[in-house]
Nanobody
């Protein structure tokens, strides 16, 4: 079992930045865990934003490439999502997800989820 807790959401004006954090605990087994960020806007499906696996391989959704950066703290089960150049279309509930071994950007690939943190971008 893996327990995930997100933090760092909030309200920001367009063009601003936010950094989200996700702390994992439980049976994380750092050498095998893959962590990801997803988001879900009202009335829309949950979409994958970025993922980083146990080898440090990173994948981004096309909509965030060049603006968002996912990273992982060394020797800690903490993953960050630095979001720059935010725009109103980035407004959503952001969720941290995790599972073992390399995964992609599809929500069905992950069994462990945090409660989410809200990001609101105003124009």
């Amino acid at each position: 079992q893996v327990h995930l807790v997100e933090s760092g959401g909030g309200s920001v004006q367009a063009g601003g930045s936010l950094r989200l954090s996700c702390s994992a605990s439980g049976n994380t087994y750092s050498s095998t865990i893959c962590m990801a960020w997803f988001r879900q806007a009202p009335g829309k499906q949950r979409e994958g934003v970025a993922t980083i696996d146990m080898y440090g391989v990173i994948k981004y959704a096309d909509s965030v490439k060049g603006r968002f950066t996912i990273s992982k703290a060394n020797d800690k089960d903490i993953v960050y999502l630095l979001m720059n150049s935010l725009n109103p279309e980035d407004t959503a509930m952001y969720y941290c997800a995790a599972d073992y071994y390399s995964r992609g950007l599809n929500s069905y690939e992950y069994n462990y989820w945090g409660q989410g943190t809200q990001v609101t971008v105003s124009s």
